[in-house]
């Protein structure tokens, strides 16, 4: 079955660097990619929705030159904490609309496993 | 702005109990409304979606009925089993036309089942 691919799965880094996080679609295209992030017991919150070879979308309240998102291909997008603080720290996950369809007849949306940032 | 409140975790059953999951939602015009599992070390898997009002989603011997008059989607299944243990995530999207693309999330109840 389709596999979206997040990596790493989990990174601990030092306040002030910046990390990458990459979501790769396996084994199919995905023209549009969202990016989600969840502190420990709250909801998951969409952070912005990336199109393949155009700037992503950022929900209200969600820095877009702190958090970097680049979809340069149909299998690849990127999400950058820039100079990360302990405060970005969460779980952050990705999903990948596909072409194909649900048993409803609505378009999958298939998730990666998420990426556990720590900020020390 | 919308929101989802489901029922805290953890939630701890042995096989072949009835499994209630509560999920309750805030929204203006008619949400599309669904329940997402996550297993351990895995993405999130659609589970069932409704898509207006009375509507019963099914999947996997799990339902649950959109009630527009209790703004309610709560989660069910007659005799779960040790498999079902998982994260599971009630959700909605506010934008009518049963897109599952803009997800409003709630935080994710945690279930157990013992043998």
């Known amino acids: 079955g389709a596999v979206v691919s997040q990596h790493p799965s989990w990174v601990i880094c030092k306040s002030g660097t910046s990390v990458k996080i990459e979501c790769r679609s396996l084994d199919f295209q995905a023209t549009t990619m969202f990016w989600y992030r969840q502190f420990p017991k709250q909801s998951l919150m969409l952070m912005a929705t990336?199109?393949?070879?155009?700037?992503?979308?950022?929900e209200q309240g969600v820095e877009k030159d702190k958090f970097l998102i680049n979809h340069a291909s149909l299998t690849l997008s990127t999400l950058t904490v820039t100079s990360a603080h302990p405060e970005d720290s969460s779980f952050y996950i990705c999903?990948?609309?596909?072409?194909?369809?649900?048993?409803?007849?609505?378009?999958?949306?298939?998730f990666g496993a998420g990426s556990r940032l720590t900020v020390l | 702005g919308d929101s989802v409140t489901q029922m805290e975790g953890p939630v701890t059953l042995s096989e072949e109990a009835f499994l209630t999951i509560n999920c309750t939602y805030t929204?203006?015009?008619?949400?599309?409304l669904f329940w997402y599992v996550q297993y351990p070390g895995e993405g999130l898997q659609l589970l069932l979606k409704?898509?207006?009002?009375?509507d019963k989603g099914s999947n996997k011997g799990f339902e649950a009925t959109y009630r527009k008059e209790t703004t309610s989607f709560h989660l069910e299944k007659g005799s779960v089993q040790v498999s079902d243990s998982a994260v599971y995530f009630c959700a909605l999207n506010g934008i009518s036309g049963g897109s599952n693309y803009k997800l409003t999330f709630g935080k994710g109840t945690l279930l157990t089942v013992n043998p």
């Open positions: 929204a203006t015009g008619y949400p599309s």
């Open positions: 999903s990948a609309r596909r072409t194909a369809l649900d048993y409803s007849g609505a378009n999958v949306l298939t």
């Open positions: 990336s199109n393949e070879g155009s700037k992503a979308t950022y």
């Open positions: 409704a898509t207006k009002a009375d």
